[in-house]
């Protein structure tokens, strides 16, 4: 009796150890499982939102100030949305049929908004992509939608810059995988030192864009940085 089930688990392991890529997934959504549950209420968010605005001085009960709290946390479901998205499932579907292509693909000026997550204030700016496939591709858009599955998190730019990277190294396992970001960090620009213009620029290089320098300068030229010293780091 006790056998069957025994069978069925070991069969079930085997199916889930096939794919690293979906135990991977599974762990990954019981995480978001876990963090859901410990997500407050609306109601409890919204009183969070009259404190704060307590706290700024002002009057949650006076007119102008009622519907605050309910806009502010529909806004944080659009900011945050990332959070319920996984980046790695994006890349899922590949295609295959390429013709022999194995030259570079780049996705550049990629506009995107996050936030800074020791300030929770906006952090604008744009992304530039790459890859050199080997043997499989994915569809262009699917590059963005995963910048922006970070990107709408509470996030540091060094931060991001790697996991986008090592998201598209892992999932579609290219020669290689370059990131550029650069943006404005409103808690640089509205606050602290006051400094607006600045522009924060990192970069993630893996596989051949960080062994060779000509798949490197090629990259850099596609997204008009050749010849830049910031990259010294790489
Ligand atoms: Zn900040």
């Known amino acids: 009796m006790s056998k069957a089930p025994t069978a069925r688990k070991s069969a079930k392991r085997a199916v889930k150890s096939a794919s690293s890529a979906t135990v991977k997934l599974r762990s990954a959504s019981a995480t978001k499982a876990a963090l859901k549950a410990k997500r407050p209420t609306k109601a409890e968010a919204e009183n969070a939102v009259r404190t704060l605005l307590r706290w700024a001085g002002d009057d949650p009960s006076r007119e102008g100030l009622l519907g605050t709290p309910d806009r502010v946390t529909r806004a944080y479901g659009e900011f945050f949305a ?8 994006i890349l899922a579907r590949t295609f295959e049929e390429i013709e022999g292509y194995d030259e570079m693909v780049v996705l550049r000026d990629i506009r995107f908004e996050s936030h800074c997550e020791h300030h929770l204030v906006p952090i604008i700016g744009k992304a530039h992509i790459g890859y050199l496939p080997n043997k499989r591709v994915v569809g262009i858009s699917k590059l963005a939608r995963v910048l922006e599955a970070y990107a709408k998190r509470l996030q540091i730019q060094e931060k991001m810059t790697s996991q986008i990277a090592k998201t598209i190294q892992d999932v ?49 030229a596609m997204i008009g940085k050749a010849g830049g010293t910031f990259l010294s780091n790489v």
């Open 172 to 220: 579609l396992q290219p020669k290689g995988v370059a990131v550029v970001i650069e943006a404005a960090h409103q808690c640089m620009t509205t606050r602290g030192v006051h400094k607006p213009g600045v522009a924060m620029m990192t970069s993630t290089m893996l596989g051949v864009f960080r062994t060779d320098e000509k798949t490197r300068r090629e990259f850099l």
């Open 82 to 89: 990332g959070y319920d998205v996984d980046p790695a499932l």
